[in-house]
């Protein structure tokens, strides 16, 4: 049973930094994709950044240059290290498990990230 349980969002101010946390149990982060999503409202849910199991990650343009995904495969643990906040980074942030074909399976009820 696949469980992902996001932390760490918040309200920051433009500039500022905050670090989310993806807790996984029921699979092993280190032997899939795990990417980032985020819906803002009234918007489509799109990726932030994804990492492969060999390590490599992937980030959109908006992500590139400002936030980094990385993951502790002892604590099975998926972070996004956010930077340079823009209020446009403000939206709901989930994980997800990439369960092949291009899909990805949800299972937490995100952290809200938030920048004025």
């Known amino acids: 049973h696949v469980q992902l349980v996001e932390s760490g969002g918040g309200s920051v101010q433009a500039g500022g930094s905050l670090r989310l946390s993806c807790a996984a149990s029921?699979?092993?982060?280190?032997?899939?994709?795990i990417a980032w999503f985020r819906q803002a409202p009234g918007k489509e849910r799109e990726a932030v950044a994804a990492?492969?199991?060999?390590?490599?990650?992937g980030y959109t343009h908006s992500a590139k240059g400002r936030f980094t995904i990385s993951r502790d495969n002892v604590k099975n643990t998926l972070y996004l290290q956010l930077n340079s906040l823009k209020t446009e980074d403000t939206a709901m942030y989930y994980c997800a498990k990439d369960r092949g074909g291009g899909a990805y399976e949800f299972g937490g009820q995100g952290t809200q990230v938030t920048v004025s």
């Open positions: 990492v492969v199991t060999d390590g490599i990650k």
């Open positions: 029921g699979f092993t982060v280190s032997t899939y994709c």
